[in-house]
């Protein structure tokens, strides 16, 4: 089956930097890969995702990245803000419920 | 729309009790899915449902029964409760078959089990 590993557990900015959290899977039939940010005690939210067949995907100032040869996707955050911190988690799907989340990041951004 | 709603919010169990964690969402969606999160291991798949009367067993299904006899309910049932059972349940909706959509979760069940 599917494994999803994500780097780092955990990740501390300062207010105004970028974050990174990266992402790789093992089953060359994912394509659909969402990130979720789950803030303390709530729901996991979609926040953006990417299709196998696209690079690239921003949304204000939040991007993923997909590199399918190498089997990595990654979330960038700039200009940080304490709203930004939470938990995150990276998604690898391959359609018909077959999604594997990865074990999260951490993030805290300090004013 | 209320989403994906799920019942109770906290619930305390001594072991060898049965109960049911409910699931409704009134968004159409034809999948369900049930999560359980503890730390440091993310969310992990317990049992799916692709639609009404479908069900399947994801990574972590012992312990669990589901059912699904409508597309709004999908309830978990906890035949025995166990310690290893405490956690967060989180239910899940999307909307099909397509992996293009994201799920949609519901607040989430915190069970402890004594």
């Known amino acids: 089956g599917e494994n999803v590993e994500q780097h780092p557990s955990t990740l501390s900015v300062q207010e105004g930097d970028s974050a990174v959290i990266k992402c790789t899977y093992s089953?060359?039939?994912?394509?659909?890969f969402p990130w979720y940010k789950q803030e303390l005690g709530k729901r996991p939210q979609l926040i953006i995702d990417?299709?196998?067949?696209?690079g690239e995907k921003k949304d204000q100032r939040i991007a993923v990245t997909l590199n399918k040869t190498a089997k990595h996707f990654s979330l960038h955050i700039t200009e940080t803000q304490p709203e930004d911190s939470a938990v995150y988690f990276c998604?690898?799907?391959?359609?018909?419920?077959?999604?594997?989340f990865g074990t999260g990041t951490k993030l805290q951004v300090i004013p | 729309n209320a989403g994906v709603t799920q019942t109770p919010k906290f619930q305390v169990l001594k072991t060898g009790q049965s109960m049911t964690l409910q699931c409704a969402q009134d968004?159409?969606?034809?999948?369900m899915s049930w999560y359980r999160q503890d730390p440091g291991m993310g969310l992990r798949l317990i049992h799916y449902?692709?639609?009404?009367?479908?069900?399947d067993q994801g990574e972590v299904p012992n312990g669990y029964n589901v059912s699904r006899s409508t597309t709004e309910d999908f309830p978990l049932r906890l035949l025995s409760a166990a310690p290893s059972q405490t956690s967060v349940y989180f239910c899940?909706?999307?909307?099909?078959?397509?992996?293009?959509?994201?799920?949609?979760f519901g607040s989430g069940t915190r069970l402890t089990v004594v």
């Open positions: 990417i299709r196998s067949n696209v």
């Open positions: 449902s692709v639609g009404a009367g479908i069900t």
């Open positions: 968004m159409n969606h034809e999948y």
């Open positions: 089953d060359s039939a994912s394509n659909y």
């Open positions: 899940a909706s999307s909307p099909g078959q397509d992996p293009d959509y994201g799920y949609t």
């Open positions: 998604a690898a799907d391959g359609g018909y419920q077959k999604v594997t």
